[in-house]
């Protein structure tokens, strides 16, 4: 099975912006629906953003960052991206790209491969 690798975390000011990547090792994004998850410390990890495979035509946000994130894939490259515009305390967390070739929802256990996650801090 292959794997993935997230990039782009950091530590940013309120309101700042930053782009998360998601690369593939073993085999190509093309196929899978690609989400993005988030664990913050004391918090079980929730869903962000997810994608669906192919053409991308199908995707979904958690409320709470619905207008400020925004997620995109590109198949040529086999990479998953998540824009996220006005970032906020609250969106401190470790950030995870996952993959999976049929999610039937964008919930953790619909996703099978993880990747080891980056970390976002967002702070005065």
């Known amino acids: 099975q292959g794997q993935l690798g997230e990039s782009g975390g950091g530590s940013v000011q309120p309101g700042d912006s930053l782009t998360l990547s998601c690369t593939s090792f073993?085999?190509?994004?093309?196929?899978?629906?690609i989400g993005w998850f988030r664990q913050a410390p004391g918090k079980e990890r929730e869903a962000v953003s997810c994608?669906?495979?192919?053409?991308?035509?199908?995707?979904y946000y958690a409320e709470s960052v619905k207008g400020r994130f925004t997620i995109s894939r590109d198949n040529d490259e086999s990479m998953g991206y998540l824009q996220m515009n006005n970032l906020q305390p609250d969106d401190t967390a470790v950030y995870y790209c996952?993959?999976?070739?049929?999610?039937?929802?964008?919930?953790?256990?619909?996703?099978?491969?993880w990747g080891q996650g980056t970390q976002v801090t967002v702070s005065i």
């Open positions: 996952a993959a999976a070739l049929r999610p039937s929802g964008c919930s953790s256990d619909d996703y099978n491969v």
């Open positions: 073993g085999f190509t994004l093309k196929y899978y629906g």
């Open positions: 994608i669906s495979s192919l053409d991308g035509g199908h995707t």
